[in-house]
């Protein structure tokens, strides 16, 4: 069946076959009502610039301010429509400016809806990224709070998830910050990439006319225009799969601290416990209280990972230039930004609400514990390393109960440094608990338990911070500038700073 393709920016009254407009367009117009805010500012800018070179008139760029100022209004509230007969939102704006402007009619110069739809994906993608980058520091700032409170709370630190040597909670939450410091690292860089403007590379060879490039991106509050209208062009999808490679660096961070909070939080270790509040039940078994938002946290991260991949696979194989390919990254890359959003703002809870047993991590802390220490006692008195740990292994395989304590002794009197066990038939508890804070303070290398330098820690989270609010601050007071007033690009409550579910 054939339709028309009327009301598409490319009508030239040929008909377009049904079961084709169904498939091309997809839910292509859905998604991008979660753009139209940030087409509409891409849109302002380059009217804007167009004036500037006179190719518009002053009082086509009234026009044109006054409906685009009118969208976006609608799109902030969330009322602006896209048909699926408009194909995209881009068509849409264009016709809601056409509908109530003259001048609607001379938007599209200089412009493809290439380059229109990499401009409102970057005016959104750095506004998301400024988001993340502040969520990933709420955790990060949660992380060093309840390494702080925790700092010198023994509990054994595990290799294959077996015992393996003694540590402290402050440890492993001072960790899992460093971690997501470095992820931020690979978002900051993203966003550096995104804060680029694609706009006048219109289908990626340029347009005759005298485009001012660098008006258009210092009006949008970039850091400058992506120079070759060819590489701005094969940006798209590119420039996607970059940011979810880097998302899923922070979700695989994220995964992994869910998936030890599991561990930590069985009834069986009972390290912590996650407050009934974070926890859901069982429609069988009443007793039960189940972490279900760290098991999400957990599955999603496999679900960023997979569509970091999905856009990847549909980049890699497309020669120079636009390719309706490309309209199947937006929905990657929009629900990977929403999804680590979520991921952030459930684990700043857990942690924020985390309930610390502390008896239960010094029952967790055994003889064996102190092995290898008890090898580096030997050491510190001459032996060579090799010796000293078939020494202490010999002490341990045997495996009864008096050998373990034999163990232990030598690691206590490593601890110690006077070569006085305090053990005598078997381990108590509160010796054990002594042992492990004494060996922390035999470990005197950078990093170390005892040695996290949180303050420093916290310097350099204040610093990102600082970096990320003032890079977003720049990019606002460009829009308001533009606009004449506040823009809100992003409506997703997920990348809502603070605010929005889970926050
Ligand atoms: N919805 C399309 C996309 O996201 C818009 C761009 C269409 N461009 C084109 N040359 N057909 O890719």
Avoid at 164 to 179: D, I, K, N, Q, V
Wanted: charged share 25%.
């Amino acid at each position: 069946m054939a339709s028309s393709s009327g009301g598409k920016l490319w009508d030239k009254s040929e008909p377009l076959d049904a079961l084709i407009e169904r498939f091309t367009v997809g839910d292509d117009y859905r998604l991008d009502s979660a753009l139209v805010a940030a087409d509409c500012v891409a849109s302002l800018a380059h009217a804007t610039m167009l004036a500037a070179i006179d190719v518009l008139t002053p009082g086509d760029l009234e026009e044109l301010r006054g409906g685009l100022l009118a969208a976006l209004e609608q799109a902030e509230a969330g009322t602006f429509v896209i048909e699926r007969a408009d194909e995209d939102g881009h068509t849409a704006l264009e016709r809601f400016l056409t509908r109530h402007t003259a001048a609607g009619a001379r938007i599209h110069t200089g412009r493809s809806r290439n380059d229109q739809v990499m401009a409102a994906l970057r005016v959104y993608g750095r506004d998301a990224l400024a988001a993340l980058q502040g969520l990933v520091l709420d955790l990060v700032d949660a992380l060093l709070g309840f390494a702080a409170e925790h700092e010198w709370c023994s509990m054994p630190g595990r290799t294959h998830t077996q015992i393996a040597m003694p540590s402290t909670l402050g440890l492993w939450a001072a960790a899992f910050a460093e971690e997501l410091l470095d992820d931020l690292a690979l978002l900051d860089t993203c966003y550096r990439l995104t804060n680029r403007s694609p706009l006048g590379s219109a289908a990626g060879y340029g347009a005759p006319l005298p485009l001012d490039r660098e008006q258009v991106a210092a009006l949008l509050g970039c850091d400058g225009p992506v120079h070759n209208v060819l590489a701005a062009a094969n940006s798209r999808g590119k420039l996607e799969a970059v940011t979810l490679d880097a998302l899923d660096q922070v979700a695989l961070s994220l995964s992994r601290l869910a998936q030890d909070l599991i561990l930590f939080s069985l009834p069986e270790l009972g390290y912590v416990t996650l407050p009934v509040e974070l926890c859901t039940g069982s429609s069988i078994m009443p007793h039960k209280r189940n972490p279900d938002g760290l098991e999400l946290v957990r599955a999603r991260a496999a679900t960023v990972s997979g569509l970091a991949g999905a856009v990847k696979g549909i980049v890699r194989n497309l020669p120079s230039g636009y390719h309706r390919d490309l309209q199947e990254t937006k929905r990657p890359y929009l629900q990977a930004l929403e999804t680590v959003a979520g991921q952030l703002k459930v684990m700043r809870l857990t942690v924020d609400r985390l309930q610390v047993r502390e008896e239960a991590l010094a029952r967790a802390l055994t003889p064996e514990l102190f092995a290898t220490d008890g090898a580096f006692a030997l050491v510190q008195g001459g032996m060579a390393f090799r010796d000293a740990y078939r020494a202490a292994a010999g002490a341990g395989v045997a495996g009864s109960a008096p050998e373990r304590g034999d163990l232990h002794t030598e690691a206590a009197a490593s601890a110690r440094r006077t070569g006085a066990g305090a053990v005598g038939e078997g381990p108590e508890r509160d010796d054990l608990r002594a042992d492990a804070e004494q060996a922390m303070a035999l470990r005197t290398s950078t990093g170390t338990a005892g040695n996290l330098d949180l303050p420093g820690c916290r310097r350099r989270s204040a610093v990102e911070r600082r970096r990320v609010d003032g890079a977003a601050a720049r990019v606002g007071a460009a829009l308001v500038r533009l606009a004449g007033r506040p823009v809100q690009v992003c409506r997703s409550a997920w990348l809502a700073p603070r605010e929005g579910p889970g926050a």
